[in-house]
């Protein structure tokens, strides 16, 4: 092979893989601090909480640039309602974190509903524009 060739053939490779390959790999094992409970005393009636973090930060994971976004909880609380002070620990373990705002969504919302269990829980993320584009994301789950 020609180096001319070689050149070309490396430049192909490169275009054909992601910069942002092996920047995620492990987020769902990130760990985080634990995110505490306390026994509803309303279990048995449907009533939805809502939680706003206004001023929520994390790292782009391929910038190393802070993210700034509005987070917004909404959730019907079952046996256990979220105790805030261990979820604000929680939203603050993220500040310095590299974290794709997808993954930051899904993973928020496995670690909720995880701890609180509830009937009904939704997440939006809406983050602030970055390269001129607002992203949000949103997901829900519901108990079986």
């Given at each position: 092979m020609r180096k001319t060739e070689v050149g070309r053939q490396n430049t192909e490779d490169r275009k054909d893989r992601s910069s942002y390959e092996g920047l995620q790999?492990?987020?769902?094992?990130l760990e985080t601090p634990k995110i505490e409970v306390w026994l509803n005393q309303y279990a048995d009636k449907v009533y939805t909480i809502n939680l706003d973090i206004p001023e929520f930060t994390c790292i782009c994971p391929k910038t190393g640039l802070p993210d700034f976004a509005a987070i917004r909880i909404e959730y019907r609380p079952a046996k256990f309602c979220v105790e805030l002070k261990s979820?604000?620990?929680?939203?603050?373990?993220?500040?310095?974190?590299?974290?794709?705002?997808?993954?930051?969504?899904?993973?928020?919302?496995e670690d909720f509903a995880a701890a609180v269990k509830p009937r009904w829980l939704k997440i939006t993320g809406i983050f602030n524009p970055r390269g001129g584009i607002t992203t949000s994301v949103c997901r829900e789950y519901k108990a079986k």
């Open positions: 790999e492990n987020v769902r094992g979820f604000k620990m929680y939203t603050i373990s993220f500040r310095n974190v590299g974290i794709f705002h997808e993954h930051l969504i899904n993973k928020m919302l």
